[in-house]
DNA sequence: CGTTCAGTTGACTAAGGTCAATTCCCGTGG
DNA sequence: CCACGGGAATTGACCTTAGTCAACTGAACG
């Protein structure tokens, strides 16, 4: 279902699509984008992470991507589900510096802009306008954290999977249904049940 | 069992309460006690707050409170168990300025420092170096707000109970059962067998 | 065609929820 | 000092739902 990916980007398309996910100004938006390199990833590629600390995000222009860890038992476990205009990374590691045990798998071909976390430190500390910006990220950071929170805490995975398809119904579609349920904090067994449950009510 | 709560604090007293909590120079605590409100609770109070933004935040000098949510069933939800150091109030609704449902209680004689988001606003605007202060409270946000999430989306109820007696046996200790359990996310009779389960193990 | 892997289904287990009864604890008033 | 009242905590019986392990189905791909 997905449609054909973009092979080749124009700095133009770049900085518009990057405008449109952080509304800045042209020639702050060129700023930004002067840390960034820009990459391309295929469906399904993988970049392992392990034991170290996360010094850099990305931003993903186009596609789909999971942050995922690895279990005890060699399961995945999906911490986020990831598309066009989120973060990938891990933003608690990127702060802190502690290592960070998540990968990144991208689910889609996916366009994504990197920049890492001296830059970016840099870049924060040049202008008191960069400084509110790393504000308003940290600000979106806690919000959307809060957001899970009240997911698990509130919610039933079942009423969680509904919430999923109504906001998001993009990754329903796009996304093979045992990384959905890892997200949800369930088995894929269980969530086919949970399915199987709505269809007769 | 709590100790005799202290019923009058000098200007000093504040100040050097507030430094622990958070590390700045004496001027910058100054500057920033010069936006905030000294008040103390009496055990059990309860603020009330219904339907409006979360304005104001509160700073725990001493003492312990629940931030909690009552459900459709009138069932009160610890969202938050606080204790000294710790901020109250709904830091989402703060920044956002949307409704909050959050509800305060004081578990313990508490003394709290309160500032409201206007002064807040306006220190962080004065000065790079509060602007920098406000991004750090966020980080700080959001590090906790993730940890929140590892603790509901990778362990068991009985491995978040584990958890919290050894990060926060002053709660464990001094604060009803019923309490520990709604913000563990189970009911108090689970709460109960858990804990039997444990002892018998 | 087979191979492979996602998804479904079945049988059984484990754990938390619900409702109700009982016990424990503690403070208060007689 | 003791008896009582009320809320917290525990326990029992039963229900619901997710986990586990295994078998089976079905679609995609070479």
Same sequence: chains 1, 2.
Avoid at 113 to 122: H, R, S, T
Avoid at 155 to 184: C, D, G, V
Wanted: proline share 4%; hydrophobic share 40%; charged share 25%.
């Amino acid at each position: 279902m997905p449609r054909k990916s973009k092979l080749v980007w124009t700095a133009q398309q770049i900085e518009s699509k990057l405008q449109a996910i952080i509304n800045l100004p042209e020639y702050r938006i060129k700023e930004f984008l002067s840390i960034c390199e820009f990459k391309l990833h295929s469906k399904n590629e993988i970049i392992y992470h392990y034991e170290h600390p996360f010094d850099y995000l990305g931003i993903l222009l186009h596609g789909a991507a999971r942050v995922y860890f690895v279990d005890e038992n060699g399961e995945d476990l999906n911490y986020l589900l990831q598309v066009e205009g989120d973060a990938i990374g891990d933003y608690a590691s990127f702060l802190t510096g502690e290592i960070s045990k998540a990968h990144i798998q991208f689910l889609l071909p996916s366009a994504v802009l990197y920049f890492n976390k001296k830059d970016f430190d840099q870049l924060l500390n040049s202008d008191p306008f960069w400084l509110a910006f790393g504000k308003f990220v940290s600000d979106k950071a806690f919000i959307n954290a809060k957001n899970r929170i009240d997911e698990l805490y509130f919610l039933t995975p079942e009423q969680r999977y509904l919430n999923l398809i109504k906001k998001a119904p993009k990754i329903i579609h796009n996304i093979p249904q045992k990384h959905i349920s890892t997200y949800l904090g369930i088995t894929p067994q269980s969530l086919s049940r949970i399915r199987k449950r709505l269809i007769q009510a």
